[in-house]
């Protein structure tokens, strides 16, 4: 169940990626600063963070809901598994983070085994074992600190009605630790992704004995490079050393910085334009949260020295038209398609600030997906739009005089609709804008009983992967009935249902992509939705920071290894 | 309008009521050289308005049709060519990431501007009159009541809670309305304050104790003896307060609370070109100075009329 995004993806040489996930060169080419960055010299000196989010409801690994451990997070909390730490398309394959590989499957994908590494410590000199790995898992069921991605529930045996380890059923039996450096976890169907899975912050330690419960988001223990000096909710958090963490038993994390001081609650455009002029402390400056602008883009074009501190990646994810197929007119086939040849994806792709920052997309999954992306485009609109064809499909489904249906869209983001409406317009069909506040954008959608007919929706991966790309939108078993449902066609087939399960006992990641793949070109003829771009991620970094590069797992700076020496 | 401008002015001193009648005020109002200019200039504006998709026919354009072979995709989708993307048929250049025609945007913008504006402040003018002339002709358990009222509509901070407002409301309520209720709303109180003590000075006017003494009822009073000395102060009151109705329906569509997407406001365009001052200056100025213009003009408009409303300043 990953989250609505409007992160990133794409300019990245897309054709290249097709089918070349673990093949892809990995080669480092995206360090823009003058001095060449060395990694054996580049400790020391104080990062600034600008960043949008406000963090208010704290650090704690139980209630955070990241991609691959996320930016901030990561320097805090090391887990069994995690990214590679590298620039390309390498970024997006899972390595040993505390275990020493990435889990050992048993023949069907349902027991994962992991053996921790030695020399493991906290930043208070204590050792990590695998009970304080598991402790940290079973925290994260607990009602009161909700909040992670749902998958833990799903996957483990008793997860459906285990409730934490502050109740009385405190053990999850489900999760085993033979002795203080193994732990085992006993699924209950197949997971190929589980490794994927296992780099997220819920498999980061917690030692029972400093559990807080509620207040543990304040100031949780640190497995990672840095420890908490001072954080104020919603305002700033300053991290220092932890002198207890070691390189040797690290490789994924450079932290060269001494200090990260990292402000909270900004505007997009005050980081845009504080990164932009860079002058004093922003100088030192990063982002793990904010695209640049359109203007901004155009000013870089006539600028070089302001083009040179731009970096763009990827973080796979689609934004879509999504219809409702238990209602008319969407019901019918022959409207869905008429709908994928009318829409005009240049007119999009410029309303979201061009060709940088959004690429046209005609399959569900982004190429930025790696292997699961097969491309296809069984409707083609052309790059504005085929309105003759789609006449005479409205035509054949019944509306000889075109129609009107209403397009809901979160009142935040209102261009994309804007174009819709106008493209549309031109095939005959008339979309009546109906704008949905942005707080209460998602429940109204993902509500069986109160979703629209037509609504704009955005999706991005938890991992680099088929599985979670496409069994929340397709899968029939995951239509939830009330709210948070995000298969918003309610496409129920039970054909695709076992093809799902047979994909997910595959433990070759590759194979699996190539099925997942396959999934979504076979998915792709019935018109379920209109795939409309892929967003890119271009962020700006200010002038004396190095070793900048967007990790293409999540599409933001992978903050533990840029450095301002 | 004709017959106002041919009316004479008079060379005889003119009684105070005589001289607050309209077509008088209008003809002292033509013969200021800044109260024509004004007066030009808003019935120009006015007309603009108006006649929006007929001046966007004769450019060849409309306000909602994207131009994506207008924009540079690659730098951010930024105008192709000079000055915004100005050309023989875009007179005004086009919109960044859209490629819409400005000028079509202006002008069906400065409809929604003085709609909204306009209907703002005749809320505001009828509001504050019934509850000024309520105040000044009532027993002074009315008067108290309403002048208190008046004083604490005054200290709203009308700001906030129009913004509270504007995002409560459901965005199916038609939203030029909604603009016009929550400005007239908050702002009619200055308005009754004016009313009332003129109504004060009036009623103590020997015309007025003459109808009273007749036995007119208050009603009478209010509409036929009251009234229409009330004409010079609240019409140039109104007059003032147009512009600044308008400049507050551009800052609440400039924060997203005015009209949706995709009609056009000053406001939004305003705000969308915040960013692209350093990159695309043409698309800042051209909102930025109509919205200008527009102010001073009702502004010198309100001004030149004051001065034709004041007894003092007639010129013989």
Redesign the interface.
Known sequence: MPRRIRLAAAAVGLTALVGSLTAACGGSSSTSSAAAFDAANCTGGTLQVLDQATEDTGLDPAELYTSGGGAIPRLLFRTLTTRDTTAGADGRTVVPDLATDTGEPSANATVWTYHLKSGLKYADGQAITSADIKYGVERSFSSELAGGPPYLRDWLIGGETYQGPYGANPDLASITTPNATTIVFHLRKSEGDFPYLAAETQFAPVPKAEDTGKNYNADPVSSGPYTIQNFTKGKDLILTRNTYWSKSTDSQRLACPDTIDISFGLSA?VIDQRLAASVGQDADAITTDTDV??????????QPSLKARLTSGNFPDTTYLAFNTTKAPFNNILVREAFSYAV?R??L?????????ATALTTFTPPSIGAAYHPYDYFPAGA?GNAAKAKQLLAQAGYPNGLTVQLAYD??D??D???L???YAKAGITLK?????DSSYDSVVTNTTTEPALSLFGWGADWPSGAPFLTPIFDGRDIVQGGGNFNLAQYDDPAVEKQIDQINQITDFTKAQQAWGDLDAQLGKLALDVPLYTANDVVLHGSSVKNTYVDQWRGWYDISSVSVK | MSTAIAAPTDAQAPSADEADKPPVLLARLWARPGGKAALVLVVLLVLAAILAPVLSGLEGQDPNTYHDELLNSATGGSPLGSFGGISSAHWLGVEPTTGRDVFSRLLYGARISLMVAAGATLGQLLLGLLVGLAAGLGNRWIDGLLSRFTDLALALPSLFFSIALLAVVPQTFPRPLLLCLILAGFGWASTARIVRAETLVLRERDYVAAARLYGASTWRVALREILPGLVAPVVTYTALALPGNMVAEAGLSFLGLGVQPPTPSWGQMLSSASTWFEVDPTYVLVPSLTLLLCVLTFTGLGEALRKAADPRSVTR
């Not at chain 1, 359109?294 to 870089?300: G, I, S």
């Open positions: 455009t602008d359109a203007a901004t883009l155009a000013k870089a074009a006539v005009d240049t007119a792709v410029n309303a979201e600030g061009g060709s940088q920052l504005t009142n935040n209102p261009q609709a804007a174009a409406q106008q493209a804008l109906n704008p949905i506040d």
